[in-house]
């Protein structure tokens, strides 16, 4: 179908009644529709008990180009609260949201945000915060307080939880921090395939390389791969890195090429299923400070 055809059925979907789904009344407890994987988990942890969540995008799908469906229009109608990320990741679903009177979180409002510095989308802000444990604590309050908007009488219990989370986000980022802190100021250097860690490497004290900006952009191209070359070889970098949306093909390019090791694949814009390696945000966070860690520090 083509793309207009498909924005006028998704606008005609929530024109109708006949496209709506359980109506609130309809539930047990609120429901809460979120944008990624990512974040769903990171509701469902402050929310408990207390709130039903699901993702619109399912586990390994591709956020920046993904398109809405009918059926994730009639469910952003019927839900309590919508929950997103904010700094243009979801582009794709803003001109619908619009349209739905349901109360609506963007998680990154307290991010100070980090700009893109080249490709299509240069100028506009990095998305990627949650890759950042100092900046997923402000997404955990930005999810306490709308959750406690919704659900006044289960405040303190997401309060207590939103505590808890904080403190484990904020041992993630001291297990890293102290790590960077051993190493020589030269070589704290963090090369990937995109530039998704912009967020962990500003807080952490790294400077950030990257192939390409955004996964949207053109990837991999030889000049793409001669400067982070350059990049690897003025800096002594020991490992680099790639992230498991994308081929890993020109980054081990660039570890051939450098002489440093090609020392894993980090995830960023989704979990895992359960049985795999990041079912979980905390899970995604751990997986990758620990492949930063070892890479950067030679082990």
């Known amino acids: 179908m083509p793309k207009a055809a498909r924005v006028l059925t998704l606008a005609v979907c929530l024109a109708l009644v006949g496209c709506s789904t359980a109506t609130p009344e309809e539930r047990d407890k609120p429901l ?4 990624f994987t990512v974040i769903a988990d990171m509701v469902k942890v402050v929310g408990g008990d207390a709130v039903d969540v ?3 995008t399912k586990v390994g799908a591709e956020i920046h180009g993904y398109e809405p469906t009918p059926s994730d229009l009639r469910n952003a109608a019927s839900a309590d609260l919508i929950v997103d990320n ?12 619009e349209r739905i009177d349901v109360p609506h979180a963007v998680l990154s409002e307290a991010i100070d945000p980090i700009d893109i510095s080249g490709g299509e989308y240069e100028g506009r802000p990095n998305p990627h915060a949650w890759m950042s444990p100092i900046a997923g604590q402000e997404y ?5 307080e709308a ?3 919704l659900v006044p009488e289960e405040a303190e219990a997401f309060r207590e939880r939103a505590n808890e989370y904080r403190a484990q986000l904020q041992e993630l980022a001291a297990e890293l921090q102290a790590v960077v802190d051993e190493l020589p100021e030269e070589r704290r250097v963090l090369v990937t395939c995109e530039g998704a860690f912009s967020y962990l490497a500003r807080d952490m004290g790294l400077e950030e390389g990257y192939l390409w900006p955004v996964n949207s952009d053109v990837e991999g191209t030889p000049q793409q791969v001669r400067g982070a070359i350059e990049l690897v070889r003025e800096n002594d970098v020991p ?5 498991t949306t ?3 093909s020109a ?3 660039v570890a051939e090429e450098s002489g440093a090791r090609f020392a894993g694949a980090l995830y960023v814009d989704s979990l895992s299923e359960p049985d795999g390696p990041v079912p979980s945000y905390l899970d995604l966070l751990r997986h990758d400070i620990e492949v930063i860690a070892e890479g950067l520090s030679g082990e």
């Open 32 to 35: 809460v529709l979120t944008t």
């Open 54 to 56: 699901e993702s619109i």
């Open 86 to 97: 904010g700094l243009g990741l979801e582009r794709w679903f803003e001109q619908f949201v």
């Open 140 to 144: 955990v309050t930005a999810i306490e």
């Open 147 to 149: 959750l406690s908007e």
């Open 239 to 243: 490992a680099v890195f790639c992230e």
């Open 246 to 248: 994308v081929s890993d």
């Open 251 to 253: 980054m081990r390019q």
